[in-house]
């Protein structure tokens, strides 16, 4: 969980972190805008930081250190934790790690927006009423359409966007609700 968003679910102002955790405003204003790099601020600042809002220096620093993979990538991860899980485990593993908030406040849209369509698809798949936690991401979505890499090399070589519209029509509705065509998910390996 990043500063910003501990800091909203707690309810605790800059000023106060600040103030409480004795780390100057200032350099507290440049981590939280991401113009200082926690990783990089010393060990004593990460400690301060960590003991003002209970949270151990590691689970404070991990966020900060995952890299972000590729699109595609990401997706078969999600589709192989999908099938590894099964559906209701799926379902809640996904709810109690928050993933679908993280990436969104990273600005991470395009995984934000195909976790919350798998869980809403496999929500609907089994008759698991929605989440209303993320409400508020469901009103948005892609600015561009999202396509397979294979979708995408298929229109290159044919040098025509039939394969894009008809995948568009093939897709899963929880995933064109934010741009993304998607129309298997468990056919895995």
């Known amino acids: ?3 910003n968003e501990i800091m909203a679910n707690r309810n605790i102002s800059k000023y106060r972190l600040s103030k409480n955790s ?7 204003t440049d981590i939280l805008s991401g113009k200082a790099q926690l990783e990089k601020c010393s060990a004593e600042t990460v400690y301060k930081l960590s003991k003002e809002l209970n949270i151990t220096m590691e689970d404070l620093l991990s966020p900060y250190f ?4 590729s699109f595609e990538l990401y997706k078969s991860n999600v589709c192989h934790r999908l099938k590894a899980l099964g559906d209701i485990d799926f379902i809640i593993d996904t ?11 990273r600005k991470w849209y395009p995984e934000s927006f195909y976790l919350l369509a798998m869980l809403d698809y496999i929500s609907r798949i089994n008759e698991v009423p929605m989440c209303e936690d993320y409400s508020d991401l469901r009103r948005q979505s892609l600015q561009d359409v999202l396509y397979p890499s294979s979708i995408i090399a298929t229109a290159v070589m044919t040098n025509s ?6 995948a568009k029509a093939e897709a899963i509705p929880e995933f064109m609700r934010f741009n993304i065509v998607e129309s298997e998910v468990r056919n895995v390996v």
């Open 95 to 105: 709810l109690e790690k928050n993933k679908i908030r993280e990436y969104y406040n």
């Open 22 to 28: 004795g780390i100057p405003y200032t350099t507290l």
């Open 66 to 69: 995952e890299k972000r993979c």
């Open 1 to 3: 969980m990043m500063i």
């Open 161 to 166: 966007d039939e394969a894009k519209q008809k």
